[in-house]
């Protein structure tokens, strides 16, 4: 059995990036990603380009289409928060 990637999300913007790389991967074109999730190929663009108003439900059904599982677990306290990554860009 080979060993899985794990990808540490903490931006809207990182997330995007992981479906997006992971979705090419698998040589899924949008369209496909979404008829294999059940969803709207408007809600995996939005899952790839980051928008903040993405629905959990769709993004849990993207990423059982995508083989892959969305692992919440407790943080380092001495890592950046998601405000502290977005400060310098404000």
Known sequence: MKPSAAFIVRTPG???NVV???RRHLRM???ALA???GVSRKL???AEAG???MQVDGLIKICIALECDLVVRETDPDRLTYLDALA???
């Open 20 to 22: 997006a790389d992971r």
């Open 14 to 16: 990182s997330l995007a």
């Open 44 to 46: 995996v663009c939005d």
């Open 51 to 53: 928008k903040l108003t």
């Open 35 to 37: 008829t294999a999730a």
């Open 29 to 31: 074109t949008q369209q």
């Open 88 to 90: 310098p860009f404000e």
